[in-house]
């Protein structure tokens, strides 16, 4: 029998950027978020990252729909674990935080500012630290996501200050125009640095559209946790749009093992985040 280790995959099921149009898949009713993420769930997700949309499919901020479809996931996915986005894409600054009071047992946190393809992804020092807290005060585990180098640092410096509670789990971002390209040279020089300034961090990274599938290889050998999901890139291959958040899953969970690791069960996941057992 050959020990494997646990691979935490996090299912990002939505996103930000309306594109529904071109891609049926993509859940955007709290229904729709619910069932998806169930799927996903069944074929070995323990981490589901969520957006909400209003009824325009626009990025919403509504408490009241990140209640609906966390309740749902929470009934129909025992133990998996609620990762709520704080992103600013469509959203007014003010109101990024507004659902962390749910608590939810995740919520994403960029500790700095980047360009994206057409905008500025603006985090200014003041909203990072209001998030921080607000986190802090309602018992929210940060996900960092690293969008581009200063933010692994800011978030160090974050902890120091005592705004982030450790062990930290820090996601990086490759493959947006404008910010982290999908380099395997630049993943291993940031996770050396981030095992050097923060050796008690867990780590995973996205990436995004066609680098998705390269980046969860990489992430699988050097010992990190991985991420797929609609979000990120709608493709299943070059050749067809994926089916379903659970089809990327599915063929994410189905390669661990060809790097010594299985997709975590969500008790695995709690326990490697540091997070209370469901
Ligand atoms: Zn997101």
């Known amino acids: 029998m050959t020990m494997t280790t646990p691979a935490i995959i996090t299912v990002a ?32 997700a323990s ?30 996915c025992p133990g998996m674990i609620i990762q709520f ?8 600054q003010s109101e990024r935080g507004r659902m962390l009071e749910l608590k939810p047992d995740m919520a994403s946190l960029a500790t700095g500012s980047v360009n994206f393809p057409a905008q500025i992804y603006e985090n200014p020092p003041q909203l990072v630290e209001d ?24 978030a160090k410096t974050l902890a120091d200050r005592g705004l982030l509670k450790r062990p930290c789990q820090v996601q990086f971002v490759m493959g947006i125009p404008n910010a982290l390209p999908a380099r395997r040279k630049l993943l291993e020089f940031l996770v ?38 609609l979000e990120d890139n709608i493709k299943f291959d070059k050749d067809r749009l994926a ?27 709690r326990s490697l985040l540091g997070l209370p057992a469901a």
Request: include cysteine; proline fraction near 6%.
């Open 131 to 154: 998030l921080a807290r607000s986190m802090l005060q309602n018992n929210v585990k940060p996900e960092i996501e690293v969008f581009d180098v200063a933010m692994l640092y800011n």
């Open 192 to 229: 050396g640095e981030l095992k050097e300034i923060m050796p008690d961090a867990t780590w995973s990274a996205a990436g995004i559209a066609r680098h998705q599938l390269e980046v969860n290889r990489w992430c699988l050998e050097l010992g990190g946790h991985v991420r797929t999901g």
């Open 13 to 44: 099921i939505t996103g930000a950027i309306p594109r529904k149009k071109d891609t049926p898949a993509v859940p955007v009713v709290p229904r729709e978020q619910i069932e998806s993420t169930h799927e996903a769930y069944e074929a070995g």
């Open 85 to 92: 986005s704080t992103g600013g894409r469509g959203r007014q």
């Open 47 to 76: 981490v589901a990252h969520i957006h909400v949309r209003n009824p325009d499919e626009s990025p919403s901020s509504d408490p009241e729909l990140f209640a609906q479809v966390g309740e749902g996931v929470a009934k129909h």
């Open 243 to 269: 089916k379903s958040n659970a089809e990327l899953v599915a063929r994410l969970a189905g390669i661990c093992g060809e790097y010594g690791r299985h997709a975590a069960s969500c008790a695995e996941a």
